[in-house]
């Protein structure tokens, strides 16, 4: 079965949803401790959310994250689907 044929049907986006919403959550996650950890550490929201989320940069770190959790998610089911 071709990627495109794949793709058509409502299981391989089942599937792929499995994939794409842990992972995404995850990245997230990850991402938060990897830029905010002292910020978060110390229960500091207000830092938490300036350095991330303030003035548009919501935007950027969701985007990111969820661009790369559906190319994973979309690579991995289409992989593990035959």
């Known amino acids: 079965m071709t990627f495109l044929e794949k793709i058509k049907t409502a299981f391989f986006w089942k599937r792929a949803l499995m994939i794409i919403i842990p992972f995404f959550i995850v990245l997230v996650i ?10 978060i550490i110390n229960a500091d929201i207000a830092t938490v959310m300036e350095q991330n989320f303030n ?11 969820s661009f790369v959790s559906i190319l994973y998610g979309v690579w991995i089911t289409s992989r593990n689907i035959k």
């Not at 990850?30 to 910020?39: H, Q, R, T, V």
């Open 55 to 65: 003035q548009g940069k919501w935007k950027d770190f969701f985007l990111t994250k």
């Open 30 to 39: 990850i991402s938060l401790l990897f830029n905010s950890f002292s910020a």
